[in-house]
């Protein structure tokens, strides 16, 4: 097979260079790596596939790797990185890179500097030794972040020296960062609130690092409005304006994570064929237009907002 995954480094390159990002979207069974693929396929555009442990879990690591290799062997002519999202600890990190993930994430952001420091060089040390590169995180997302609920208030935003202290010594090759984002999908009470000047510091002292915004859905409304007209009850879900996103993507953010608007557009589009046809109990008649969601859902981020088409 002459097809391959490849790293992010090339691609974050181009980012940099060029000023757009990267999608990185989780994939947890066939429907959304189809979904996500073709989209990026029609838009030329290079894509991260990224599986959190319990992702990984789910759909186990043997089928993951096999949906991933049919969906390069089906889309040779766009650079697709396979990425372990928020990994928890060095052997889940070692796992990913022995199975064939091309990037993986260490989420050391619940230790001390110096214990982030430490779990993140040994990461950056197996990972690099096998080709592989390496994501760490500095600073705390508000809300539900490694299964301690972060107060808005109390969230803690990357600081800027701290960042430039800690990719020169652990050696990692990109970083998330925490300037007001948060996982899921109730990301602000009020309006929506990003820390660009954190943003601007960050680069000015990290120039060629490529940056990573997590918790960055959009949590759009058209979808989550169809999940509640179809029985759902998610009410005052709220996610970070196309717009800022937009921002982001000019101003040094290579890499932009999205999970929470793929699960809202896959449910919305069950729960309309559910709501609409009760007697339909064929799988693929409400998997069809979900995986059609996902990749509209894609092609919107990647046309639209992240400027990643035609970077192939
Ligand atoms: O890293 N991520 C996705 C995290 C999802 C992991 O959840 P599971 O452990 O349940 O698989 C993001 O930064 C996405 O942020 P978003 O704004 O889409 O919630
Ligand atoms: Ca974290
Ligand atoms: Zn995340």
């Given at each position: 097979?002459?097809?391959?995954l490849?790293?992010?480094t090339?691609?974050f390159?181009?980012?940099m260079?060029?000023?757009f990002?990267?999608?990185?979207f989780n ?11 073709d989209a990026?396929?029609e838009?030329?555009?290079p894509?991260?596939?990224?599986a ?7 759909a ?19 650079p697709v ?9 060095f ?8 199975a064939?993930?091309?990037s993986?994430?260490i989420?050391?952001?619940?230790y001390?500097f ?8 040994k ?9 592989v590169?390496?994501?760490?995180e ?6 539900v ?27 990692c090759d990109?970083?998330?960062i925490?300037?007001?984002t948060?996982?899921g ?5 009020g ?5 660009f000047?954190?943003l ?10 490529p ?9 759009i ?23 800022m ?19 809202l557009?896959?449910t ?9 046809e009760?007697?339909?109990?064929d799988?693929?008649?409400?998997l ?16 639209d907002v992240f ?6």
């Amino acid at each position: 097979m002459d097809m391959a995954l490849v790293t992010t480094t090339e691609m974050f390159k181009k980012s940099m260079e060029q000023k757009f990002a990267i999608g990185a979207f989780n994939v947890n069974n066939m429907e959304i790596i189809q979904g996500i693929v073709d989209a990026a396929a029609e838009s030329k555009s290079p894509v991260i596939l990224q599986a959190s442990s319990s992702a990984i879990k789910y759909a186990r690591i043997n089928y993951l790797m096999k949906m991933v290799e049919a969906a390069i062997e089906e889309h040779p002519d766009i650079p697709v990185a396979l990425h372990l999202d928020h990994g928890p600890d060095f052997e889940t990190c070692k796992m990913c890179v022995d199975a064939g993930f091309t990037s993986v994430m260490i989420d050391g952001s619940k230790y001390s500097f110096e214990e982030n420091v430490e779990l993140t060089k040994k990461v950056v040390d197996y990972a690099h030794a096998h080709g592989v590169v390496v994501e760490a995180e500095l600073g705390k997302l508000a809300g539900v972040e490694d299964d301690v609920n972060v107060d808005a208030k109390d969230a803690m935003y990357t600081d800027p020296d701290e960042a430039e202290e800690f990719v020169r010594r652990t050696g990692c090759d990109s970083l998330a960062i925490a300037i007001g984002t948060s996982h899921g999908a109730y990301k602000f009470k009020g309006e929506a609130k990003l820390r660009f000047d954190i943003l601007a510091k960050i680069k000015e002292k990290l120039p060629n690092t490529p940056i990573v915004l997590h918790g960055a859905s959009t949590v759009i409304p058209e979808l989550v409005n169809m999940c509640n007209e179809y029985g759902g009850n998610i009410p005052g879900a709220k996610g970070v304006p196309d717009e800022m996103l937009k921002q982001a993507s000019q101003n040094g953010v290579s890499k932009i994570n999205v999970d929470t608007d793929l699960r809202l557009a896959m449910t919305a589009q069950i729960r309309k064929v559910f709501a609409e046809e009760p007697s339909v109990f064929d799988p693929r008649k409400y998997l069809t237009p979900a995986r059609e969601a996902v990749k509209n859902t894609v092609s919107h981020k990647i046309n639209d907002v992240f400027g990643s088409c035609n970077k192939a």
